[in-house]
């Protein structure tokens, strides 16, 4: 496929669906990022996973549910004492 790209110098493919309703965009670089990192961790969509980090601060929860919503995979918390009980408590 690279080679056929490089050829007839093409850089972009567009994807599109029955109608020709552009659904996305596949680049010479996606296919030498799959070449070259073929154990990505990505989800059911072919995205590379996210993750994310939170302290133990008044504020934990709200940042908590605005990271949910963004669509975040993977949550931390990251505290140098994670004996405390705002670890123990935030973590429940």
Do not use: W, Y
Not at 2 to 17: A, G, N, P, S, T
Not at 24 to 34: E, H, N, R
């Amino acid at each position: 496929m690279q080679r056929l790209l490089h050829e007839h110098r093409i850089e972009k493919i567009l994807v599109v669906d029955d109608d020709f309703g552009l659904k996305g965009l596949i680049t010479v670089k996606d296919f030498d990022k799959a070449e070259s990192f073929p154990h990505a961790c990505k989800d059911e969509f072919g995205q590379l996973r996210v993750g994310a980090s939170v302290g133990t601060s008044p504020d934990t929860d709200e940042r908590v549910e605005a990271l949910i919503r963004a669509g975040v995979d993977v949550l931390v918390v990251d505290t140098a004492h994670g004996h405390s009980r705002n670890v123990l408590s935030g973590s429940a």
